[in-house]
């Protein structure tokens, strides 16, 4: 089984953060085993994050499943999983660890965005896609995981889920993809600001 | 078990290569678990990837062993597995998939830097504390693999390489530190291109 993991990195620690760029890492597990590494830039706030993860997705075909560690990166930069699903066919699962608070984020992105009509309605064509949020147990000492689940039934979602998580309550793509993306973020920031400054 | 395997990404495929950088990439694992994941830029013919190694493992420590992919990274930057050792007390072993041809090294290094003396005489340190490169078969349908051993012994370093080689002959650290390595090269280049050329 072929499966995508989709994390973020650290933002940017200059501020104004917005229009500054952060890492996105894809990391594709094949029965377990990585693959491929991929990673991207994308705007900080900006609105390239789906583009740059089907980018991440083409090189990665053939996949079984798509998993976002949510749909929100690098702050509000929004993956329209419902895009990527239609566009390649492939089920997506929006795994958070945290349970997603739609009425803040709504209220977040009215106060600072003039565009948050366009991100708002990505985020909620998921839900409607998606058919709401389930809390998943992936295994029995831990909290739940918050899943989203589009072009896959939630039990089939559940099941898969149960079986690529090892360590804490992350599934193993996320969990790898994320501490890429962590680890990988200070050299990349460096090498921004090293060439910035010149 | 910590393990942590370092391995070199891409080299920059813009010519001259040498005063390019090139990615140093280390992958943690904590009994075959990944938990650290780093990187450093190197020059490409440089002399700097023992330095940049050091900081690699000083941020993974505590380590039970350190496992090179080689000595030579991004062309003929040198990692001294020697100094590692002894400034870590922790033993290094050295994995390569090719047999090392030190009579074409030299001849190269002779050929290409005017400082081959330095270079040569970080791999002449190598070749006498680990007492010779053995042949070691880590999976009996693979060929061997050639190994170097600093502070360890080579039934002791045998016996590791085979608990964590899962796929091919390349240990686990070794692996997954090439792929993200590769992996992250081309958007490592694409950044330095762009702010290159601004």
């Given at each position: 089984m072929n499966i995508l993991g989709i994390e973020d990195g650290k933002l940017p620690e200059?501020?104004?953060?917005?229009g500054r760029r952060a890492l996105l890492v894809g990391v594709k597990l094949s029965d377990m085993r990585i693959v491929e590494v991929l990673s991207e830039s994308i705007e900080v706030?900006?609105?390239?994050a789906t583009e740059k993860a089907s980018k991440i997705v083409r090189k990665c075909l053939p996949l079984d499943l798509i998993l976002l560690?949510?749909?929100?990166?690098?702050?509000?930069?929004?993956?329209d999983a419902v895009e990527l699903w239609r566009k390649f066919n492939v089920p997506v699962v929006v795994a958070s660890k945290d349970k997603p608070n739609n009425i803040a984020v709504l209220s977040a992105l009215q106060k600072h965005f003039s565009d948050w009509e366009e991100r708002w309605r990505i985020i909620e064509k998921v839900i409607e896609a998606s058919n709401g949020i389930h809390e998943v147990i992936?295994?029995?000492e831990e909290n739940p995981l918050y899943v989203e689940v589009i072009g896959i039934s939630i039990g089939k979602a559940e099941e898969i889920l149960r079986k690529i998580?090892?360590?804490?309550?992350?599934p193993e793509p996320l969990r790898i993809a994320n501490i890429i993306a962590k680890g990988l973020s200070p050299a990349y920031f460096t090498l921004k600001n090293k060439f910035n400054s010149n």
């Open positions: 200059k501020r104004p953060r917005r706030d900006g609105l390239d560690g949510g749909i929100s990166f690098a702050g509000f930069n929004l993956i992936v295994k029995p998580t090892v360590w804490g309550r992350s």
